[in-house]
């Protein structure tokens, strides 16, 4: 029971430490590439016409216990899918009459990829708003990739356990699952994120997925 409490101790100041480093380094990483965020939105515009900003709904966190919370008379838990319904920031490199297709084509021959977005999508840049969503507490640094609705909706008790943390800007999903797969072939890299969760594999994951950007010189 005292091994039990010191655990739950541990990872509550784990779960303290990493979202107050959250706060502090997504500010400060946003006020230092300001000047590349401003030019990046600039270049989107004029690229293609539609917004800057791509927006889309995923779930996060479910920070639930066993009671249900209702709004409005509702039941929360028939309305936002298992977990906490957030928007999600990117920017936009897709034209917005794009095409939908059954399958996700080849990113290097996806024709709904405007020329700015193509480059984005190599470079990850596209993925620099989300640290606005880091910023306000709705993911983290590093955690299980943020899924949509509908995907959420098709979990079961095992995929739910991904739902414990807040979802990560990079991960071991996001580093080493590969898109070509269904999605649950690449639940055991979140699974394990989940139970191995602490400091030291944090910096790992923030380190790999550093040098991977900068290795990224393909444009």
């Not at 098709?154 to 071991?172: A, D, E, I, Q």
Request: hydrophobic share 40%.
């Amino acid at each position: 029971m005292v091994v039990f409490r010191k655990g739950r101790l541990l990872l509550s100041l784990y779960w303290l430490v990493k979202r107050v480093f959250d706060t502090l380094f997504s500010a400060l990483v946003l006020l230092l590439l300001s000047p590349l965020l401003l030019l990046v939105a600039i270049l989107v515009k004029l690229d293609s016409r539609g917004p800057v900003i791509f927006r889309q709904q995923r779930i996060g966190q479910d920070r639930r216990n066993g009671n249900s919370v209702r709004f409005n008379g509702t039941d929360r838990r028939q309305v936002n899918h298992k977990g906490k319904p957030f928007t999600i920031c990117k920017f936009r490199t897709m034209r917005v009459d794009s095409p939908k297709y059954a399958t996700t084509p080849d990113e290097d021959t996806d024709p709904r990829l405007t020329r700015v977005g193509r480059v984005l999508r190599r470079t990850c840049i596209d993925e620099l708003p989300q640290l606005l969503n880091v910023l306000n507490g709705d993911m983290s640094f590093v955690g299980p990739r943020p899924e949509m609705p509908f995907i959420v909706q098709t979990y079961n008790s095992l995929h739910c356990r991904r739902l414990k943390v807040k979802p990560g800007l990079t991960g071991l999903w996001q580093l080493k699952g590969s898109r070509k797969v269904p999605i649950h072939k690449n639940l055991h890299y979140d699974l394990h994120y989940i139970k191995k969760q602490s400091p030291w594999l944090d910096f790992k994951i923030i380190l790999q997925t550093t040098l991977f950007a900068l290795s990224r010189k393909n444009l």
